[in-house]
């Protein structure tokens, strides 16, 4: 029922993320639901069904990192005169964002099973009832126990994923519960150390695409619509190169945090004036918290410009791409890429939120705003400028074994 309150009385933007929570739970569950359908309507094909449920991990796995970033958003600062006095301490911060969360994923797997029943042509007399009969095999009766269980499935995964992404982390030696003492200026906070994930995160991205250059070696293009609509089949494609296109993903979010210390550190290079030796300090400091977001939206748009490569109008022209890229595949893209960019904004505003104390304490010693602005500025466009032709260049050398 606390949950319930605090979603109701929520401002505006925490309830948008929480809506669009609730969108992306409702586009795994429909795809989910959808490889279900076309499996039961299609029985012969066995192992195609299989591969499509597989395919709909992706999605799923974008949906519960945009989950648990909507949750440490909306625990980073909270309102701790209220809550306290009602019994919720930093121990009990991950009940409630989970019970949060399920409220958010629920509504969205109702509306994901509302929809699919409605394609699917089981709710005659409405408008588009059975449009899509085809793609979600409409005909033979579904397993009431699969569908319930992939009705809730991601309500569940996400809270239990909000559980474990935010149990309470033991205290540095010295320090109490409820001490949030923070630095009175930036220039007062030690400088931080280059996350430990860059070496392993360079190594795994170069294994990725040193297996898939193999494995793809002397394999061509794929030929055109070997892959069916999302979910798909892996037709076409040798396993060693989906399995270099793993290690590479893995690769780049394991980088993410070291790269994005990289560029708070290419900010500061040589006698920084005031903006870029607080823009660089600050990009430096939230290096762990948002580069790790920033990897996976990199992965993402690797994997994104590697498909269109592959798969793309240029390769067999418009009616191939067609039978690609079949609506299923550009919701299962539109999800991953919408959970990426959402969950990366995040866990900035969750920066923003932490940094509260240094802001006002500036604008107090008589900064003007307008240098926060461009010191915000100028920390996205070095990190586009950097992660940006990162992500170019490994989506091209991910796609050049396969095309060639």
């Keep these: ?31 989910m639901l959808g490889a279900v359908g076309h499996a039961a309507g299609h029985p012969e094909a066995a192992g195609d069904g299989a591969t499509r449920m597989l395919w709909c991990l992706v999605p799923l796995a974008a949906a519960l ?45 109702v509306v ?38 992939l009705f809730l499935l991601v309500p569940l995964t996400a809270a ?63 030929a055109a619509g070997a892959l ?34 990289l560029c708070g550190r290419l900010i500061t290079l040589g006698r920084p004036g005031a903006l870029r030796l607080l823009s660089g300090r600050i990009l430096q400091d939230d290096a762990e918290r948002v580069g790790r977001p920033l990897g996976v939206l990199c992965a993402v748009a690797s994997g994104a410009l590697a498909a269109g490569e592959l798969y793309g109008p240029a390769r067999g022209g418009e009616a191939a791409s067609g039978a690609v890229f079949g609506p299923l595949t550009l919701l299962g893209g539109v999800l991953v890429l919408g959970c990426a960019t959402v969950s990366a904004l995040a866990a900035a505003a969750e920066s923003r939120a932490l940094r509260a104390p240094a802001t006002a304490s500036l604008l107090q010693l008589g900064a003007p705003r307008s240098l926060l602005r461009n010191a915000a500025a100028l920390r996205a466009v070095v990190v586009v400028a950097v992660l940006g032709p990162i992500a170019w260049a490994v989506g091209r050398l991910v796609a050049l074994p396969l095309t060639t």
Excluded: N, Y
């Design 1 to 31: 029922m606390l949950a319930l309150r605090l979603v109701r009385g929520a401002p505006p933007l925490a309830l948008l993320r929480r809506l669009l929570l609730a969108a992306a739970a409702a586009g795994v569950t429909f795809l």
């Design 160 to 222: 239990a994923t909000c559980l474990v992404a935010l149990r309470p982390r033991p205290l540095p030696p010295g320090r109490r519960e409820g001490d949030r003492s923070e630095p009175a200026t930036l220039a007062d906070a030690p400088p931080t150390a280059l996350p430990p994930g860059l070496p392993w995160g360079v190594a795994l991205t170069a294994t990725g695409l040193a297996l898939e250059t193999f494995a793809g070696r002397g394999s061509g293009a794929p």
């Design 112 to 149: 994901a099973l509302l929809l699919f029943l409605l394609l699917r042509g089981h709710l005659g007399g409405l408008p588009f009832a059975g449009a899509a009969s085809d793609v979600l095999g409409a005909g033979p009766a579904l397993p009431l126990g699969a569908v319930l269980l």
């Design 65 to 109: 990192q945009l989950a648990v970033a909507v949750a440490r958003t909306e625990t980073s600062r909270r309102a701790l005169t209220g809550l306290d006095a009602a019994g919720v301490g930093p121990s009990r911060m991950p009940l409630l964002a989970a019970a949060s969360t399920t409220a958010s994923c629920l509504l969205g797997s």
């Design 228 to 261: 069916l609509p999302m979910p798909g089949t892996l037709a076409g494609s040798p396993p060693g190169a989906l399995v270099g296109w793993v290690l590479t993903a893995i690769g780049l979010v394991l980088a993410g945090p070291g790269l994005t210390h």
